[in-house]
């Protein structure tokens, strides 16, 4: 999850809204790996406010007080006998933390798999041996939306999109720790009794403070980075306030109960662009820009616009049902104005350099011509080419 390496100390909303899930006190030692960042601090928060004595568990402190009942231990979910001694004494673990979701993170594969795949093995290991019987893991819709289109899809009808053709490595290390979660439910825990796991799903994170997707997205339309339009304007995709995050991960933890049956499931002041380009430029120019930055990487770290992933996001209908969390968990997502979050980003975002604008101007103009050129010869490398080689492709 996103965490920010020097923080400046702010005050968090940390009242959870209760008409959005459990409305009774809980008695839970909850670990929540992930803590430093914006929905694993949001959740032990909520849990610490219903009664629970909360963990947080991250690389770095969380940039938001720290209110009474939850403490943070600075922990690297790549250090076993860390995560073993941050899980000493707790019955429920809340699975969060992970790397690579979007931006250049995505292109550092050996970190990817190290935090996705390794860590996951961990904590499954640190759960069996420490005796906790509950773990709920945050894994993504990405598992199953691979650049294909899906229309109101759901856990039966839809299977694991096929590793080796997704096309970024946090959703090929998320698929596979969804699996190894899965497949650990129904495990015997070292002192007797049995481990319960449950997947949740959750597509993009948006809410006031939230620190990954808004605020770049927002950096980049204010320095007119993205001043062009792509793809079909009727595409659609889902996003989940953090409020009914943290109300299905709660659900989550009190439906792997025997009372419960161990139920489990799986605004800113900027005209809008006029030029429209075809997606498949953007695709092209998207992996041009991956390769260019691995091979810079050991120079300069040059940030990609957008990555393949993220065309893919913003180009392919991709809507998912959450019927099975409503009737299974009593899911009752509320409804909030995507409006709310921009308003406070613009009151607390930081006054752009106009030296640093003008050098992400001319860099912009460099690359553009550049990949113009290019994207002229590179027919292979078309989206359309690349979605006609996924649907008609072995699976």
Known sequence: MSVVATPSRGISDCKWNRSAGAHNKIHMRAVVTGGGGYCGYKLGCALANIGASVVLCDIHKPMWLIPNGVAWIQTDIRDYNAILAACEGADCVFHVASYGMSGTE??????IESVNINGTRFILNACKQQNIPRLIYTSSVNVVFGGLPIEDGDEESLQYFPIDKLVDHYSRTKSIAE?????????????????????????????????????????????????????????????????????????????????????????????KPWIRIPTSFVYASATFMEHLHSILRPFVDLPPLLT????????????FRIDKARTQLGYHPLKYDFADSVDHYIKSRPQPSNYYLFLNILLTLIVTLVLFFLSLRLDSLSALHFFKERRHGPA
Not at 106 to 111: D, G, I, M, R, S
Not at 183 to 211: D, F, K, M, W
């Open 179 to 271: 699996q190894m979660i899965l497949a650990a439910n129904g495990s015997p825990l070292a002192g007797g009794g049995i481990l319960h796991t449950c997947v949740l799903r959750p597509p993009g994170i948006y809410g006031p403070e939230e620190q990954r997707h808004l605020p770049r997205l927002a950096k980049i339309i204010e320095r007119r980075l993205l001043s062009f339009k792509f793809g079909d304007p009727t595409v659609k995709m889902n996003w989940i306030h953090v409020e009914n995050f943290v109300q299905a991960h709660i659900l989550a933890a009190e439906a792997l109960t025997p009372e419960k049956s161990y139920i489990a499931f799986e605004r800113l002041g900027c005209s």
């Open 308 to 319: 393949r992933n993220e065309v893919q996001n913003i180009s392919v209908t991709h809507t």
């Open 106 to 111: 995505q292109l550092h594969k050996e970190e």
